[in-house]
């Protein structure tokens, strides 16, 4: 069975400044890897995912994310944030035929 | 057109009553879901329907029966609602034959319930 862990429950930011929300998997077999979004009050949206081939992968409203197999991550990243990626974001991990398992959420918070 | 919609997006109700929320994809997908997520957003699959057939039962009460009438719609009845049945649940869907098979999960808006 897969399992995801993200390091951080809250992410505090200013606006503009570069952020880092973290994630570790654990898995015996090949993984496939998501970001996600909640915005309030919202259903959650795909940002990025990971399936295969290039460890960097681009994703909507200007995040992006690595896949470490070596360190078992997949650390979610903007070089710069605005406020409306205020939110909360979750990794989750699948594998063939596997259900999908999400971590416990950070919550970025966009300071002015 | 919203991809997946669920009815209510609110839902009050007293102890011990019965209540249903609907869910309806209009995607084409195989596999739909339903996923709880508590008050502390942990977010947890309930169900997984492939083609109205069951595929995934998580350890849920059994107050909890899903309803797959056809594969575009996956509703969720609750028998005796509890207060530790208060949360938001969340109808999902994907393309695939059974699990999260490489493919995107497409999430509604979630159904806020609430147990007074």
């Known amino acids: 069975a897969q399992s995801v862990t993200q390091l951080d429950s809250q992410v505090p930011v200013f606006e503009e400044a570069p952020v880092e929300l973290r994630c570790n998997y654990s898995?015996?077999?090949?993984?496939?890897l998501f970001w996600y979004v909640q915005y309030p009050n919202q259903g959650l949206q795909l940002l990025l995912k990971?399936?295969?081939?290039?460890?960097l992968v681009k994703g909507i409203n200007g995040f992006e994310a690595e896949f470490n197999k070596s360190q078992t991550s997949f650390h979610l990243r903007k070089p710069s944030v605005h406020i409306s990626d205020t939110a909360e974001y979750f990794c989750?991990?699948?594998?063939?035929?596997?259900?999908?398992?999400f971590g416990q959420g950070t919550r970025l918070t966009i300071n002015p | 057109d919203t991809a997946v919609s669920q009815t209510p997006k609110y839902l009050v109700t007293q102890m011990g009553n019965d209540k249903s929320i609907k869910c309806e994809q209009n995607?084409?997908?195989?596999?739909m879901y339903w996923y709880k997520q508590d008050s502390k957003k942990f977010l947890k699959i309930m169900f997984s329907?492939?083609?109205?057939?069951?595929?995934i039962n998580e350890t849920v009460p059994n107050r909890f029966s899903p309803k797959s009438p056809d594969k575009a719609h996956l509703n969720l009845h609750i028998n005796s609602l509890e207060l530790g049945d208060s949360a938001v649940y969340f109808c999902?869907?994907?393309?695939?034959?059974?699990?999260?098979?490489?493919?995107?999960?497409?999430f509604g808006q979630g159904t806020r319930l609430t147990v007074v």
């Open positions: 999902a869907s994907s393309l695939g034959t059974g699990g999260f098979f490489a493919t995107e999960a497409f």
């Open positions: 898995s015996s077999v090949s993984v496939y």
């Open positions: 990971y399936l295969s081939g290039s460890t």
């Open positions: 989750a991990v699948s594998a063939r035929d596997q259900k999908l398992v």
């Open positions: 995607l084409g997908h195989d596999t």
């Open positions: 329907y492939n083609n109205k057939e069951l595929i």
